[in-house]
């Protein structure tokens, strides 16, 4: 489960951000962990994820670069740390769980309830 998210707000073009999410319920030894974000009138875009299992970090095309997921494993937080943000990185951000442990995330099977992030040129 998904508890808490954090961080969001309004940012200047080429600024950044840091997202905090906090879960229960599970470990990140088990269950890999990620973002992804949703703007106004578009699909969902998975962001990023990691899995301690095989140790596999993915970043989308967009963010590459630019995002950095980390997480503290003893306390269930995982963040993404977002540098040179762009206007079109505005968007809801979610942290959530990859369905079936998928990273790169195919679906999501929990999540919480979003942060909104509006970078302004």
């Known amino acids: 489960e998904v508890q808490l998210q954090a961080g969001g707000g309004l940012v200047q073009a080429g600024g950044s951000l840091r997202l905090s999410c906090a879960t229960s319920?599970?470990?990140?030894?088990?269950?890999?962990i990620g973002w992804f974000r949703q703007a106004p009138g578009k699909e969902r875009e998975g962001l990023s994820c990691i899995r301690s299992s095989d140790g596999i970090v993915y970043y989308s095309d967009s963010v590459k670069g630019r995002f950095t997921i980390s997480k503290d494993n003893a306390k269930n937080m995982v963040y993404l740390q977002m540098n040179s943000l762009k206007p079109e990185d505005t968007a809801v951000y979610y942290c959530g769980l990859p369905m079936g442990a998928n990273c790169p995330p195919r679906s999501w099977s929990y999540w919480g309830q979003g942060t909104l992030v509006t970078v302004s040129s």
């Open positions: 319920g599970f470990t990140f030894d088990h269950y890999a």
